[in-house]
């Protein structure tokens, strides 16, 4: 397989390779049929997967969000883990940069277009175009379109900014000088993703949330696609309640069109979470959410549905 444009394929995995972070978790990705393209200089990785799967599709037909942030994460992580020689090197050297450091989400942003929800738009298999988006002294961001392979059409485009962070001191940590001056001049965005902290109005509805074991991922923490789960379980009680204006059964069929998300804290299973979320009367079809511990706000949310 090539990507648009001169390109190699990854070698399937031997035993001579590095022993890499994970290994068995991106073996299970190989076995679901995820391949990997990565162009000469390192600048696109280009995953192919099977699609979103039955369990992705809603009561209306339409791709779940956390299943569509959920196919591009696997996309993204195989990109940037899968070894692409015997030395265990990966693309943009990612796995050697993140070695001995943890990365945490900070923000991300998703905008999906309208055919993302039209059942005449084929989705099996899919592509993932995986890039850089910028590198800041310990941010960075990565961009990905989920992209339809027989005709180049982009369903999604996807922005993730992370934050690298010092396993003892458990604070933001520099990026390696070496791996700035490598592929700083790939990134595609020039600027980080920054979104603005949401200021919660005294009248915002109430849901309540406690995390379950289901509900986290490989460090034990609440997965980043959670939130939204709760988010949107939050929007429709908010529905079924009646207390939303200009957000009912038939905005929420139309599908998402943009979605932004900041991450504040960790939340871990056991704990007690409340969703506030609340609507504004010049923004129809958007809902405005902030998930909150003790309360203190961990994560932030904003969904805008299509007319």
């Known amino acids: 397989m090539t990507d648009q444009g001169s390109g190699s394929t990854a070698p399937a995995i031997n035993s001579d390779a590095k022993p890499r972070p994970f290994r068995s978790k991106y073996q299970n990705l190989i076995d679901m049929g995820y391949s990997l393209t990565v162009n000469q200089d390192e600048s696109l990785a280009v995953v192919e997967a099977p699609g979103p799967s039955f369990e992705s599709f809603d009561v209306y037909g339409n791709c779940k969000i956390w299943s569509i942030m959920r196919l591009m994460g696997a996309c993204r992580y195989f990109a940037y883990h899968y070894p692409l020689d015997r030395t265990g090197h990966s693309f943009m050297d990612y796995g050697q940069m993140t070695d001995g450091m943890f990365t945490f989400m900070a923000s991300s942003q998703f905008e999906i277009e ?16 995986v890039q850089l988006g910028y590198i800041g002294k310990s941010s960075t961001n990565s961009v990905s379109s989920l992209i339809v392979p027989s005709t180049g059409e982009t369903l999604v485009r996807n922005v993730n900014q992370i934050v690298a962070i010092d396993k003892e001191t458990r604070k933001p940590t520099p990026f390696p000088s070496w791996w700035k001056e490598k592929h700083g001049d790939k990134a595609v965005r020039k600027e980080p993703l920054i979104i603005q902290k949401l200021s919660r109005p005294d009248d915002a509805h109430t849901y309540s949330v406690r995390v379950s074991w289901s509900e986290t991922d490989m460090y034990n923490h609440v997965n980043w696609a959670s939130y939204v789960v709760y988010s949107i379980d939050a929007l429709h009680h908010g529905i079924k309640e009646g207390v939303l204006r200009g957000t009912n059964k038939e905005v929420v069929k139309n599908g998402i069109q943009k979605m932004q998300m900041a991450y504040f804290g960790e939340c871990v299973e056991g704990d007690q979470l409340t969703v506030y979320f609340w609507e504004m009367g010049d923004q129809p079809r958007t809902v405005y959410f902030s998930i909150e511990r003790d309360g203190t706000s961990v994560f932030q949310n904003t969904l805008t549905y299509y007319q």
């Open 114 to 129: 309208k055919s993302m929800y039209d059942r005449h738009v084929s989705k099996w298999p899919v592509k993932v175009n």
